[in-house]
């Protein structure tokens, strides 16, 4: 069954902490990209991976950080220096020239 | 900054009813465009894309494209309860052989009545 999970599903984080999202695919997709959804927002682009080992920043990247050692992996930590880190965390991906697709999402909640 | 707008909601229709959603976009350079419904508590999922003028059809839905307008619309023919949801817009600038950045819209909640 192809798709894209994410883990967990729920995840609170103590002030000063870092704590990272974990995002698969077995799409076979190239891209994949990371979003955060706010309460009745759209989605802002945090980071993107068009290919192993290579990423760029999106829109909102500061106080995050990712990696791509895998076509199959791209994980996102959310460290201590995002400030207002509550938010629906959603990853994405896509083959080339391809519409995006998305995981279940991550709901992460500062304590 | 390129910007997608959505006609502001919550937008109510009765069930049977068509629905339509707006969305306009700043960048002329954009390419591709994509209607995701979002049910509250869950992830978007891609229900239409269009890259050229004109209407495309996929069962009750129609996406129409209007490229010298900056606008692209989705129209939901014989809405349902289950249509109840949010729909984003979303816009790149990618094409057929490159990987696109999408930028999204702020949402229109749409609400189907019996």
């Known amino acids: 069954d192809g798709g894209i999970t994410q883990s967990p599903k729920y995840l609170f984080r103590k002030e000063g902490q870092n704590v990272t999202l974990s995002c698969e695919q077995n799409?076979?997709?190239?891209?994949m990209y990371w979003y955060r959804q706010d309460p009745g927002q759209g989605l802002r682009l945090i980071y993107y991976s068009q290919i192993v080992n290579d990423f760029q920043k999106g829109d909102i990247a500061e106080g995050y950080s990712v990696s791509r050692e895998k076509k199959e992996s791209f994980p996102l930590t959310v460290t201590s220096a995002q400030k207002n880190p509550t938010a629906f965390y959603l990853c994405?991906?896509?083959?080339?020239?391809?519409?995006?697709?998305f995981g279940p999402g991550t709901r992460l909640t500062v304590l | 900054q390129k910007e997608v707008e959505q006609n502001s909601g919550p937008l109510s229709v009765p069930e049977g009813a068509i629905a339509s959603l707006n969305c306009t976009y700043s960048d002329r350079g954009s390419q591709s465009f994509f209607w995701y419904r979002q049910y509250s508590g869950k992830s978007p999922e891609l229900i239409m894309f269009i890259y050229s003028n004109g209407d495309k059809e996929d069962g009750r839905f129609t996406a129409q494209l209007n490229k010298a307008s900056q606008y692209v619309s989705l129209l939901i023919r014989d809405s349902q309860p289950s249509d109840s949801a949010t729909y984003l817009c979303a816009v790149t600038d990618a094409g057929g052989t490159s990987y696109g950045k999408l930028t999204f819209g702020q949402g229109t909640i749409l609400t189907v009545h019996p």
């Open positions: 994405a991906s896509s083959a080339q020239g391809g519409e995006q697709f």
């Open positions: 799409l076979n997709h190239d891209a």
